[in-house]
């Protein structure tokens, strides 16, 4: 546990440097806007298309690896689906608090899974964090769109506009650009390397800063069952269910390790957008987004300790 507490420590004051900015005033909301675009859409992709370019999988089950995150993720949704009304009645929550909870046990954070893996595995936890990336993203967003048009009010995407978020993803899109370019065998100049590099330096730390920003403690509100519920299932249900896939799939080693603390990764930002814009309950929704990540601290390493 000290090996991860010591890892981690940085990742969790970078946050709280974002909090205390948040508070500040320095930047506004709509500067934070632009500072998550930018790393949306030019930093993360150039330092995940970097990782796919020069990673060296070897004899790693990077596929069963991708398997065992789907899979994991797949049964969780389908758990919540199975148990919606006994859920919805021992939590005794509504439709729409239903579908935050299914947000914050169905979906991942990109920023913190793809920080916290080179903080504690350097290059090699990068490129394996692509991997999950690239597994969890799709079925998280879909899954999401299609529970919050069934139950809830908002507007109803359409086929084609669940396939064109898919596939103008940026993180998509750099995953298959690197991979691409690694399994040709195109040979990249190193300045086209030291540009993503270069590029790809400041995402992490201007990641973790906006994740920090955007939390607001004192607007945590709602019903302690459910947010409990959403930490529970996410935090530790997860985890266990990646680790009973991994042993299914012979899924050992750092990617075991990755695999499962990506399923603890918590809840994406973009889901309290999907809550309001979908007529899900976005208050309750903030509030487990919140207190998933404040929980990380003590989760991440304690999993790490257990793993390993």
């Known amino acids: ?6 890892a981690l420590s940085p990742v969790f004051l ?19 806007l632009g500072v998550d675009q930018l790393a949306f859409y030019v930093l993360f992709p150039a330092i995940i298309a970097k990782s796919m370019i020069t990673a060296d999988f070897g004899d790693l089950p990077v596929f069963r690896m991708a398997a065992v995150m789907i899979l994991g993720m797949i049964t969780m949704q389908v758990l919540m689906f199975v148990f919606k ?4 009645a021992i939590l005794n929550i509504d439709t729409p ?16 899974g793809l920080a916290i893996m080179p903080a504690l595995f350097g290059e090699p ?3 394996l964090a692509a991997v999950a990336a690239a597994a969890i993203t799709p079925i998280s967003n879909i899954s999401s769109i299609v529970v919050l048009s069934i139950y809830n009010t908002g507007p109803r995407p359409t086929v084609l506009s669940i ?77 266990l269910i990646m680790a009973f896939y991994c042993m299914m799939f012979d899924v050992t080693g750092m990617p075991r390790t ?21 007529g899900g309950n976005a208050e309750l929704m903030a509030s487990i987004i919140t207190i998933q990540i404040i ?10 300790s257990i793993i390993t």
């Open 295 to 304: 929980t990380a601290a003590v989760t991440w390493p304690l999993i790490l």
């Open 125 to 127: 936890g990068l490129a």
């Open 258 to 278: 990755v695999a499962i603390l990506a399923g603890s990764v918590p809840t994406a930002a973009v889901s309290y957008i999907f809550a309001r814009k979908m």
């Open 14 to 32: 970078t946050i709280l440097l974002g909090v205390l900015l948040g508070y500040s005033g320095l930047l506004r909301p709509e500067h934070w």
């Open 97 to 112: 608090a239903w579908t935050s909870v299914f947000q914050g046990a169905g979906r991942w954070h990109t920023f913190l």
């Open 85 to 88: 009304k006994p859920t919805q």
């Open 1 to 6: 546990m000290e090996f991860a507490i010591i």
């Open 163 to 239: 396939a064109k978020t898919m596939i103008t993803n940026p993180f998509i899109l750099a995953i298959f650009v690197g991979l691409s370019i690694k399994l040709s065998g195109i040979p990249v100049p190193n300045a086209a390397l030291g540009v993503l590099k270069l590029a790809g330096d400041g995402a992490l730390g201007i990641a973790l800063l906006s994740v920090g920003a955007a939390l607001r403690f004192g607007q945590i509100k709602g019903d302690i069952k459910p947010i409990t519920a959403a930490v529970v299932l996410k935090m530790a249900i997860v985890p």
